[in-house]
């Protein structure tokens, strides 16, 4: 049993914890290329939050992680054959009825761990903020919390190098030989805005690429993910730390 994983530790230990920080890894079920499972995101995101929290809690903080929402905004993806979506106004549903029970239970501060580049919370944040003002409401993606170009050769941000290696290191059963991957090409615009980023549209993901990945995974190794999964975990229970430590209306130095 994992005291901070709530789906895996019991009533008898949740009614004598005064929790101070809730994590809610939040993925989807999807397509990624040919190599790896529907489940990519979800496996890193619970695992990642769960090593984060483990490091943090023998730390002192008191941390919970509350079970990965298994979908996500996939509406780039609508015609790719079971990419589960959901609609951003019913995450915002789900959020603000999770935000009430923590609201009410007396644990002020809620991290979103998202998993998946096709969720954005921080409109969603705003709102909830105000219906909930004694809560400290904070989103992250552990994807753009390191430099990818310090641990692969190969960039990409779906399906490529880094989630390959990842996935390899905490999940090898789950990964077919990597010459069953496709080569993560991706379509770029034909309009040099979009490809500077400074105009943003959907990626509809069955145009721009053949495999549903985007970046070359073929170079991935367990290893480099190994290497990966512990510098963001390290640097997530930290932020789990200073976040069990801080009060909300004594944020700012």
């Known amino acids: 049993m994992r005291p901070y994983v709530l789906a895996e530790t019991n009533w008898k230990a949740v009614k004598s914890t005064d929790y101070e920080v809730a994590v809610l890894p939040w993925a989807a079920t999807e397509a990624h290329n040919y190599h790896l499972p529907y489940a990519t995101d979800i496996i890193e995101g619970e695992a990642i939050s769960a090593e984060a929290a483990r ?32 609609m951003p106004s019913t995450q915002l549903h789900i959020l603000r009825d999770l935000i009430t029970v923590l609201d009410r239970q007396g644990i002020k501060k809620l991290v979103v761990f998202n998993s998946h580049g096709g969720n954005n919370f921080r409109t969603m944040l705003r709102q909830l903020g105000v219906e909930f003002p004694e809560m400290l409401l904070v989103e992250t993606n552990w994807f753009k919390a390191l430099d990818r170009d310090d641990y692969v050769e190969e960039g990409g941000d779906h399906a490529d190098e880094v989630e390959t290696s990842l996935v390899l290191h905490l999940r090898p059963d789950l990964v077919l030989p990597l010459q069953e991957a496709g080569d993560g090409a991706e379509r770029q615009p034909r309009i040099k805005a979009f490809k500077e980023g400074w105009v943003w549209r959907e990626r509809p993901w069955s145009q721009i690429t053949e495999s549903t990945g985007t970046g070359d995974p073929r170079k991935a190794t367990a290893e480099k993910g190994e290497r990966f999964f512990r510098d963001v975990t390290e640097k997530f229970a930290q932020l789990f730390i200073d976040l069990s430590k801080i009060e909300k209306d004594n944020f700012y130095e």
């Open 55 to 86: 490091i943090a809690w023998e730390a002192g903080a008191k941390v919970i992680v509350l079970p990965c929402i298994p979908f996500g905004v996939n509406t780039g993806q609508h015609d790719i054959r079971l990419d589960m979506n959901l």
